[in-house]
């Protein structure tokens, strides 16, 4: 059974993203979701904690074109901004209410 922490679920060791997230949740957060993964806590995901954050993720077919490093690494210097993050993960939303709305 997850348990909520601050907003996220917590489950076996493992932090869940809850699966509707309102970009207001995203945004308000100080770092949600994306600081858990800045293992050395210097304010970006270098290529080693943004494999971590796939890994624990599981994120679903559909959606793993959206989380490929150069891709969300807007500005190609080699690590992900908070922005970057909160970016692809407003692109990740857009698209699930897009597949929900295309499924109805």
Same mark, same amino acid.
């Given at each position: 059974m997850a348990k909520k922490?601050?907003?996220h679920y917590? #489950?076996?060791?493992?932090? *869940? *993203?809850p699966m509707v997230l309102s970009s207001s949740m995203v945004l308000a957060d100080g770092g949600g979701p994306y600081s858990i993964y800045?293992? +050395?806590?210097n304010g970006y995901l270098d290529s080693?904690?943004?494999e971590n954050f796939l $890994? $624990? #993720? #599981?994120? $679903?077919k559909e959606f793993r074109h959206l989380w490929v490093f150069n891709k969300v690494d807007k500005?190609? +210097?080699?690590k992900i901004s908070n922005q970057e993050f909160v970016d692809t993960l407003k692109q990740e939303m857009d698209l699930r209410k897009a597949t929900k $709305?295309?499924?109805f």
């Open positions: 922490v601050c907003g917590y #489950r076996c060791g493992a932090w *869940l *993203l800045d293992q +050395d806590y080693t904690e943004f $890994k $624990k #993720r #599981r994120i $679903k500005n190609q +210097d080699g $709305k295309a499924a």
